[in-house]
């Protein structure tokens, strides 16, 4: 069964910060994390990639406590995709993909046939083969969005866990980067603050409001006029097409003192 979620607990500096979470994906399912800042989306991956120890509850990968599981048996079978990855060191695009097989590396190595198929592979599949040589710095948002992906997948890994990985990119490259992800043959946890993009490219969605779970099912179930609404706090509006609801914003209310228009001949002061 596919990394999962049972009745999570778990507190920071004395905040509960998630309560009762429950998720049980289908293999192969990308499973979208929504929810207004603060919502608990970031500290479940957090929790789901054995990071944090949940207080109450289990994170379970097939079936076994993550908990009873070393760092290096998670890691082979869950990669983590962070908001930011930058670095200081002069670093290659394989030497940052090269970073998944250690996970599979011992204390005299590992095994270099294996780890330079995986790294080539990875490098293929996100499109970043022909880049293996250019320098960390030198690329674009989305080009190192494609490298950490690459990273990931070296690892060879069952689960992935994205930590809202579309931020910081324009639509083009949003678009590139979750059907890449959606394309995977794994179960991906995606933390995403667009609900259009999360109707388009998740199988189902999962919102988070104060560390609890809202509601939970399909985009065309959850992504209401109402939810958007209630959680968000924002007026909106949701029309499905195809079965994909598609959100759209109203202004808000004016909250500022109308402007004063001047008259012909005359001078508005301060």
Not at 5 to 13: N, V, Y
Not at 121 to 135: F, I, K, N, Q, Y
Not at 137 to 165: C, F, K, M, N, Y
Request: one cysteine or more; glycine letters at 8%.
């Amino acid at each position: 069964m596919p990394l999962h979620a049972k009745h999570l607990g778990w507190s920071r500096g004395g905040r509960l910060v998630l309560d009762g979470v429950t998720i049980e994906p289908m293999p192969g399912e990308t499973i979208g994390l929504l929810g207004p800042n603060g919502s608990g989306k970031s500290s479940l991956l957090g929790v789901l990639a054995g990071v944090h120890r949940p207080d109450t509850g289990q994170v379970l990968l097939d079936d076994t406590d993550v908990r009873s599981l070393r760092r290096r048996q998670i890691a082979r079978r869950v990669a983590t995709v962070e908001q930011h990855a930058e670095t200081e060191v002069d670093i290659t695009v394989i030497d940052v993909v090269r970073l998944g097989r250690i996970p599979h590396r011992g204390t005299f190595g590992g095994d270099d046939a294996a780890d330079n198929t995986a790294i080539d592979g990875a490098l293929r599949h996100t499109g970043m083969l022909e880049h293996r040589h250019r320098r960390w710095h030198t690329l674009s948002g989305g080009e190192r969005q494609r490298v950490q992906i690459a990273r990931a997948l070296a690892q060879e890994p069952d689960e992935l866990l994205l930590d809202e990985p579309t931020n910081h990119l324009d639509i083009a490259h949003q678009l590139d980067l979750l059907t890449l992800v959606t394309e995977l043959p794994m179960t991906s946890y995606v933390a995403l603050h667009d609900l259009n993009l999360a109707a388009i490219f998740c199988d189902r969605v999962v919102v988070l409001a104060r560390g609890s779970i809202i509601a939970a099912g399909t985009p065309a179930d959850v992504i209401t006029r109402e939810l958007v609404e209630r959680v968000y706090q924002v007026r909106a509006e949701v029309i499905v097409e195809d079965g994909i609801p598609q959100v759209s914003y109203r202004r808000a209310a004016q909250t500022r003192a109308p402007s004063r228009t001047a008259h012909p001949g005359q001078t508005l002061s301060p």
